[in-house]
């Protein structure tokens, strides 16, 4: 593997995206473009690709928020709001030719650091195909939820999502 780039998110990295994305997810968590396109419009620093060469081989979307709810899969996000206070990180997918190079490390890594920046001290969000365990070694707990919100949560992201949190400071 040539050596990675990690860059914000272009408009023209949507069609490897959506490839990284089937390639991980199958066509169970597959998003329409405009949805995802809204997340970097939303907080463009927040957004990353790693590129090997032209492909894309992994990305990171990640946004301010204003809720303590996860925001809607498959909608787009409304514009950017004076009381935002934390970031949520949307999604992150590394294709085969990514791994093994600590790749969603690094991107969550520069990711993190834009939105401490920009004054975010909280970050949350939902796990899901077993991918707890990857968040749980970078700080995330499980958040306070009752079950009424878990089984919600549940019935948009699947059986096993579950809603992580940790503090940014």
């Given amino acids: 593997m040539s050596d990675l780039i990690i860059r914000p998110v272009a ?19 597959l998003e329409p473009g405009d949805a995802l396109a809204s997340r970097w419009a939303r907080s463009p620093a927040m957004c990353l690709v790693a590129l090997d060469g032209a492909a894309v081989v992994g990305y990171l979307l990640s946004h301010a928020w204003h809720a ?12 950017a709001d004076a009381a935002d206070v934390l970031w949520f990180v949307h999604d992150m997918a590394i294709a085969p030719a990514g791994r093994g190079q600590c790749l969603g490390e690094r991107l969550y890594a520069t990711a993190c650091t834009s939105a401490q920046a ?3 001290r909280q970050s ?6 077993g991918a707890d365990a990857f968040w749980r070694r970078l700080g995330y707990q499980s958040a306070d939820i009752d079950s009424t919100q878990l089984a919600a949560l549940r019935t948009i992201y699947g059986d096993d999502a579950e809603l992580m949190e940790r503090p940014l400071s």
Avoid at 12 to 29: E, H
Wanted: hydrophobic fraction near 45%.
């Fill in 11 to 29: 408009d023209t990295d949507l069609p490897g995206i959506l490839a990284v994305q089937r390639a991980c997810y199958g066509d169970g968590f």
């Fill in 68 to 79: 303590w709810a996860p925001p809607k899969l498959h909608v787009p996000l409304p514009a």
């Fill in 118 to 120: 920009q004054g975010l």
């Fill in 124 to 129: 949350r969000l939902v796990a899901v195909q």
